[in-house]
């Protein structure tokens, strides 16, 4: 992780000395080290990973000198503060899968940040760049995310080292059963202990897989389809899980909106109505989170940008049709608007700017060019720690990713609450709400003499279901919280941005729970 370019060089060398001895191993073409620049790609991996732990870590003892400020070292002391802040285990996991005629090895990570509340929770990701140092990063930021919006779960995160593109989905799913197999060995995968969800290069069918074989090896725990979340619904999936990340970052801004204070320190007009937004990376988060901003609170998406190239237009994207020409044409070439540039686009003139994809997109090179007079982060990390400094000197606002992302281990624990309650969100209560209101309502028609407008009736009586539940209790969640940030933000003048308020409310939180276990 630390500078190692020269032992990856050497180790590179060695790698290709063995393919060219062995030209059947794992069945993978000779040259493709050189020719695909794999000394530069995971050099620049290893500068953003350690970008990311070090803003980690910046954010994390800012948060704690300022807890030991205000609460004396009563409630973090230095010692608790490292125990806190450091992952407390990483299982590497290398296991072997027969494939097209041979034995083909995957690496995998589950990291388990704290277990200060069990089980864990985080996500498993299928890319070609992850390792270890990755999963212990994100792990640390499920721990603090988790205790932000009070779900109560330690942090986790796992990942396996592969390319997607390279496999068949039914070699997929034989290498997620056999990756399952070994996380089972060390509950690092279990209802109460560990439970996994989708993230990068994951989604519904992995977590299927996984919770499939995981009930294979444990026929007899009426629990076990509570192993993992994410999953369809039809395999005991929650209704609106699909959406949660996103539908969380639209409501993170109705909470900021909601705050006059804040609002003012921005100087935006208060209402999201007529905001001009720019949103980099039109995947699931960004996806919904455009949609949902435009379609019900009026806001006015006039860039989006994507990885080759972007789309502009100041009075309005459709979001719903560039999405569909993306998955049409696996591009954003040839939609209205289209334009070649890039990250440039994150400069433009905008009310906000949402980071949706990537990490550290936002940096010491580019902050100071950045107009926009709020930031959501709906990306862990798109903004480094130096660029934070530049933006809160700019007067430039901030929604952190510890809340603003926070949507969708939100729902994962509805799901998971679902799965061991084994019935339905809205099952038990749905119809004797409807019998209340319609009851009701025939009493004030008696009453009055008058009927109901029908539309208005019909919508009225209507019980809730499970996705009504699930948006309801995700609203509650990110409103509430974000009034314990704000409150922490403007308590104590000192306190330079959200960030750091929410920080402070997340190890504050994992500090008192630790202190109730007796450490």
């Known amino acids: 992780f630390k500078d190692n370019l020269k032992v990856i060089n050497n180790q590179i060398k060695q790698i290709e000395k063995l393919v060219n001895e062995f030209s059947d191993f794992a069945r993978m073409p000779k040259p493709i080290f050189r020719e695909n620049n794999l000394v ?102 499920m721990t603090y995310k988790c205790a932000l919006v009070e779900v109560p779960f330690g942090g986790s995160k796992g990942g396996l080292l592969i390319d997607i593109k390279e496999w068949k989905p039914e070699e997929l799913e034989r290498i997620t059963r056999r990756f399952t197999q070994e996380l089972a060995k060390r509950d690092l995968i279990h209802p109460s202990q560990n439970v996994p969800a989708p993230d990068v290069g994951t989604g519904e069918r992995e977590m299927a897989w996984m919770a499939d074989e995981y009930r294979r090896l444990n026929p007899t725990d009426l629990n076990a389809w509570a192993c993992v979340t994410g999953k369809p619904v039809n395999k005991g999936g929650i209704s609106g899980r ?44 960004g996806y919904y989170a455009a949609y949902f901003l435009s379609i019900e609170d009026g806001a006015i998406i006039t ?107 939100t729902v994962s624990y509805f799901e998971w609450i679902k799965n061991l309650s084994r019935i339905r969100l809205g099952r038990l209560q749905k119809r004797a709400q409807e019998n209340q209101v319609s009851n009701l309502i025939q009493g004030i028609e008696n009453m009055t003499g008058k009927t109901f407008p029908a539309d208005f009736k019909s919508k009225s009586i209507e019980g809730s279901s499970e996705i009504d539940l699930v948006r309801s209790g995700l609203e509650d969640t990110m409103l509430e919280t974000y009034k314990v940030i704000s409150d922490v933000w403007n308590k104590h003048s000192e306190i ?16 008192q729970s630790y202190g109730s276990l007796g450490i």
């Open 303 to 409: 860039h989006v940008i994507e990885r080759d190239g972007s789309v502009i237009d100041k009075n309005g994207i459709d979001i719903s049709s560039l999405k569909n020409h993306i998955i049409e044409k696996g591009s954003v070439k040839g939609f209205k608007g289209f334009v070649e540039s890039g990250p440039e686009i994150l400069e433009e003139e905008a009310d906000i700017l949402i980071p949706a994809a990537m990490e550290l997109v936002i940096d010491e090179k580019n902050a100071d060019r950045i107009k926009a007079k709020l930031i959501v982060e709906a990306a862990n990390g798109p903004v480094s720690a130096g660029a934070d400094e530049i933006l809160i000197k700019k007067g430039i606002v901030i929604i952190p990713d510890l809340y603003a992302n926070a949507g969708g281990v």
């Open 242 to 285: 699909t959406e949660a990340t996103g539908r969380g970052v639209k409501l993170a801004l109705k909470a900021f909106f909601q705050n006059e204070i804040d609002v003012q320190k921005t100087g935006l007009t208060p209402g999201l109505k007529g905001k001009r937004i720019i949103v980099q990376g039109l995947g699931n988060v």
């Open 496 to 511: 330079p941005d959200l960030r750091t308020a929410a920080m402070i409310v997340a190890v504050r939180r994992i500090a």
């Open 40 to 141: 530069d790609i995971i050099q620049e991996n290893i500068n953003l990973l350690k970008e990311l732990d070090n803003s980690i870590e910046i954010n994390f003892k800012k948060a704690a000198q300022y807890i030991q400020k205000i609460d004396g070292n009563e409630i973090l002391s230095e010692d608790l503060s490292n125990q806190i802040m450091m992952a407390n285990a990483t299982y590497v996991v290398r296991f072997g899968v027969r494939l097209r005629g041979s034995v083909f090895t995957f690496v995998g990570y589950r990291s388990v940040h704290s277990d200060h509340f069990e089980p864990v929770k985080g996500g498993i990701r299928y890319d070609l760049a992850v390792n270890q140092e990755e999963v212990e990063a994100l792990a640390a930021l």
